[in-house]
């Protein structure tokens, strides 16, 4: 059992844990990810690795509440104790796989949207413990929705927060901030996004024009995270991949995009037919349009 020692809602719809991994928490890197489990019955559900200490032997994981399983983490408190949280697994960020040589060489930009956000931490306190820096975007709908803006400032260089709706600092989308610091001036060679897979099809699209390298986490469209299922399968370049056993990071100027997007849809409907189960109850027929309560 693996016990909740810290719960938190840090926006309108994400929450935080920290759960006790010594195992884990021994050998996972940024990146990463684990896959987490709420009792005997539970689905198994993949949770990019937010934060870790190797001392407390924790791993805090950030999620959404979308699905049954999530919205059954939900109602988890500090005390209680998920079944299962194997990990670490993926493979771990480019960045830590870089020489000394190669880290000094890089102008990094990190670029965060929505739930984002926390797979992106990891990478840029990692990069601050060691000595560098990298400029961090972080963009929400709305104010309501950021989330980590504090920790982030204290390791990123630089911060730069917008919002959709203009609710908070810089009205516009991720990419028109990219604009913005191109115009000013501000040069990169390694760019990381991630975020919707819409979001980060953009910012490759805004980076190929600047010729940045753009490096994307593919974690949107994992499901069993194993390599089991092959729900997670997609085109790079010429190359068939596997989000969850050869990323979840890739060169996102090679991602079919597509393609990869068609695949996010896939489950959608199994999905929400679970989740209307799980909140009707009782009161679910699983009969729509044949009337009654069967």
């Not at 928490?25 to 990019?48: D, Y």
């Not at 509440?65 to 005390?79: D, R, S, Y």
């Not at 980590?148 to 989308?173: P, Q, W």
């Not at 896939?266 to 679910?284: F, S």
Request: charged fraction near 25%.
């Amino acid at each position: 059992m693996y016990k909740i020692l810290k719960k938190k809602q840090l926006s309108a719809v994400v929450w935080l844990m920290e759960v006790e991994a010594p195992l884990v928490a021994r050998h996972c890197l940024p990146g990463q990810f684990v896959i987490v489990k709420n009792g005997e019955e539970g689905e198994r559900i993949p949770l990019t690795i937010c934060d870790y200490d190797r001392e407390k032997g924790t791993i805090t994981i950030v999620f959404q509440p979308l699905g049954v399983a999530t919205n059954k983490f939900m109602k988890l408190e500090e005390g209680d104790a998920f079944d299962d949280f194997v990990g670490p697994l993926g493979r771990p960020s480019d960045i830590v796989e870089m020489s000394e040589e190669e880290l000094k060489e890089k102008k990094f930009l990190f670029v965060a949207g929505g739930v984002g956000t926390a797979p992106v931490y990891p990478q840029v306190k990692w990069l601050h413990e060691h000595g560098y820096s990298a400029d961090v975007i972080i963009g929400a709908r709305t104010k309501d929705l950021l989330f980590f803006e504090e920790e982030m400032r204290s390791v990123a260089g630089n911060l730069y927060i917008t919002t959709d709706d203009g609710s908070y600092v810089h009205k516009g989308v991720v990419t028109s901030v990219i604009d913005e610091l191109v115009a000013e001036g501000k040069t990169y060679n390694h760019c990381v996004a991630i975020g919707p897979m819409i979001m980060m099809k953009f910012v490759c699209l805004t980076t190929k024009k600047y010729e940045i390298p753009t490096i994307v986490s593919m974690n949107p469209i994992m499901v069993d995270g194993t390599g089991m299922c092959g729900a997670c399968r997609l085109s790079v370049g010429d190359e068939i991949k596997f989000a969850c056993v050869d990323g979840p990071e890739f060169d996102g100027f090679k991602i079919n995009w597509a393609e990869a997007m068609k695949r996010t849809q896939m489950y959608k409907t199994e999905e929400g037919l679970a989740k209307l189960k799980y909140q009707e109850g009782d009161t679910h027929h699983g009969n729509c349009g044949n009337g009654g309560n069967k």
